[in-house]
């Protein structure tokens, strides 16, 4: 992807996100120059052709922070991506979730709303990992996850709530999960206790040789650093491009949230982030869950093991280890929550890339 004016290697800060957001109309720009400098700006385009050169330069080589849903929409098109997604439209795939899943009867109270496209935004950093992984094969799927409902409570963590007040309402459809009620055996937690404490974390926040050579040091570590598990927020939307196979195949290419195609020494979680790959977290992964049950009654990843990149504490139950990686799987056709060892390494493991 060519640009001009980008922002240089970084995340933008999340005062550039707003303002950017506020730019993505002509009308927004066109009101904030009147507030800037009134009909005198308008007066100096007139008298002052260098100054209109200037404008038009700046106009032609911005690059922004974010992208609007029009602009994310012409960008796939400008790039011939739609060809790529399930259905090769990324409006049919919104629509879907919009009208046929969120509007669902199974659950009443949840909504979008008419304009909820206007909440969509896309970091413009993350443009180069979606079109590599849409181009490799590897994401297809256009992940919306939506709290704006009348269901909101602030004390629940997103895993938490996308769980207790989304997914279980699919099991008088034939939805079934695995262990509601028991105590995983690894790690003494309930499923309700594990949903508490998952705590999203990005690859940049590792010390990656640190968390090669002593991953559960380095967890602990990190865990130290964070606050605890954020909990959901109302009357947002997010999303995040992903794959909506039921198994993600063995021979999958990985594509790292720089863009880059990495081949991660095993399957484990540990080899995952010293390549920069970016997964699903639980949350994400309960939505996609639900979505991909209420479309056509598939339980996915029901033959592998699928990490997820929340971070575990469960130190005051005294097990070995005391720190875990989430991950998840359907054997059996039962949607199975858990955490685990994150230098874990079998054949069955695999990365469902959330970009």
């Not at 967890?219 to 109302?234: A, C, D, E, F, Y």
């Not at 059996?332 to 994150?342: D, I, Q, T, V």
Request: hydrophobic residues 40%.
């Amino acid at each position: 992807m060519e640009t001009k004016n980008t922002i240089a290697n970084r995340r933008p800060t999340q005062l550039e996100i707003e303002i950017s957001k506020g730019m993505v109309t002509v009308s927004e720009a066109t009101r904030r120059i009147i507030n800037a400098g009134g009909f005198s700006i308008f007066q100096r385009l007139i008298d002052d052709p260098d100054y209109l050169e200037a404008l038009i330069n700046f106009d032609q080589n911005y690059f922004p922070v974010v992208f609007s849903y029009p602009a994310l929409l012409r960008w796939f098109q400008d790039n011939n991506l739609e060809r790529f997604l399930d259905g090769g439209s990324l409006e049919k795939q919104i629509r879907w979730q919009a009208e046929e899943f969120y509007g669902y009867r199974k659950l009443s109270g949840f909504y979008l709303g008419k304009n909820f496209r206007r909440r969509i935004f896309v970091e413009a950093d993350r443009l180069p990992a979606i079109k590599a992984g849409l181009e490799s094969g590897c994401i297809n799927w256009f992940l919306i996850l939506s709290s704006f409902t009348e269901l909101y409570s602030g004390e629940l963590t997103e895993a938490e709530f996308f769980f207790f007040w989304l997914l279980r309402r699919f099991k008088e459809d034939g939805f079934r999960i695995w262990n509601e009620s028991g105590t995983d055996r690894w790690t003494g937690l309930t499923l309700a206790e594990l949903l508490t404490r998952c705590n999203p974390t990005e690859p940049e926040e590792f010390n990656l040789v640190a968390f090669k050579s002593d991953w559960m040091a380095e967890t602990k570590r990190i865990l130290g650093k964070k606050n605890p598990p954020p909990k959901v927020q109302s009357d947002i939307v997010r999303v995040v491009f992903t794959s909506d196979l039921p198994d993600i195949p063995a021979d999958q290419k990985i594509v790292n949230k720089n863009g880059e195609l990495v081949k991660p020494e095993n399957r484990s979680y540990v080899s995952a982030i010293y390549e920069g790959v970016r997964v699903l977290s639980h949350a994400e992964g309960i939505v996609l869950a639900a979505q991909m049950f209420a479309k056509d009654k598939t339980h996915i990843a029901s033959n592998t093991w699928e990490w997820r990149r929340d971070l575990v504490d469960h130190r005051d139950k005294k097990t070995n280890p005391d720190v875990s990686v989430a991950h998840a799987h359907s054997n059996g056709s039962e949607f199975h929550l858990s955490s685990g060892r994150a230098d874990y390494s079998f054949g069955s493991h695999r990365l469902r890339l959330a970009l």
